[in-house]
T-cell receptor, first 114, second 113 residues
Framework: DTEVTQTPKHLVMGMTNKKSLKCEQHMGHRAMYWYKQKAKKPPELMFVYSYEKLSINESVPSRFSPECPNSSLLNLHLHALQPEDSALYLCASSQVSQANYGYTFGSGTRLTVV | QQQVKQSPQSLIVQKGGISIINCAYENTAFDYFPWYQQFPGKGPALLIA?????SEKKEGRFTISFNKSAKQFSLHIMDSQPGDSATYFC????????????FGTGTRLKVLA
């Protein structure tokens, strides 16, 4: 299995809702990432987990709450989002090693906040 | 110093032509330079990558040229096909205890049939 699977593919939520995005990989990768991508822009890093521990938080607002329950699963909990948070949310994974071998990205969750 | 500058912003090429996308960086601590291809509605996919100890890497129709002294690298797509129409991102990263990529701004490539 060489895929990163993200669910749901599309999500519409109100500003008072609570929702969660899910990401799963079975490649044995021990680094997992959340990226946010706005239209016609490059992906922007939000969070990095290494060995299930949060290692990088790019000053993301607390309305985004990541969770890594085990080595295969990564969640992003969403609460009280704003319309400007509408974007494609990408999960990625990679090996943890001295040499960099690149990320594997999922297809993303298209989030619309109304 | 953390930026990766990518050009052109958009590119139109005839089928069978060569597509060339350029990137430049400042931070000499970067030591891994991947290119990602992204189709609409999909996540980026790793296309090809290079480390600074080599000047060129070729995989099929895709070639990275790397100029360490100029701090520039480029993607060449030979015999461009309509199926290559996508957005291409260059990136750079360091291996030293971080897995953070700095992405270029992207190039939208359209290959005309």
């Amino acid at each position: 299995d060489t895929e990163v699977t993200q669910t749901p593919k599309h999500l519409v939520m109100g500003m008072t809702n609570k929702k969660s995005l899910k990401c799963e990989q079975h490649m044995g990768h021990r680094a997992m990432y959340w990226y946010k991508q706005k239209a016609k822009k490059p992906p922007e890093l939000m969070f990095v987990y290494s060995y299930e521990k949060l290692s990088i938080n790019e000053s993301v607002p607390s309305r985004f709450s990541p969770e890594c329950p085990n080595s295969s699963l990564l969640n992003l909990h969403l609460h009280a989002l704003q319309p400007e948070d509408s974007a494609l949310y990408l999960c990625a994974s990679s090996q943890v090693s001295q040499a960099n071998y690149g990320y594997t990205f999922g297809s993303g969750t298209r989030l619309t906040v109304v | 110093q953390q930026q990766v500058k990518q050009s052109p912003q958009s590119l139109i090429v005839q089928k069978g032509g060569i597509s060339i996308i350029n990137c430049a960086y400042e931070n000499t601590a970067f030591d891994y330079f991947p290119w990602y291809q992204q189709f609409p509605g999909k996540g980026p996919a790793l296309l090809i990558a290079i480390r600074p100890d080599v000047s060129e890497k070729k995989e099929g129709r895709f070639t990275i040229s790397f100029n360490k002294s100029a701090k520039q690298f480029s993607l060449h797509i030979m015999d461009s096909q309509p199926g290559d129409s996508a957005t291409y991102f260059c990136a750079a990263s360091m291996n030293k205890g971080t897995y953070k990529y700095i992405f270029g701004t992207g190039t939208r490539l359209k290959v005309l049939a």
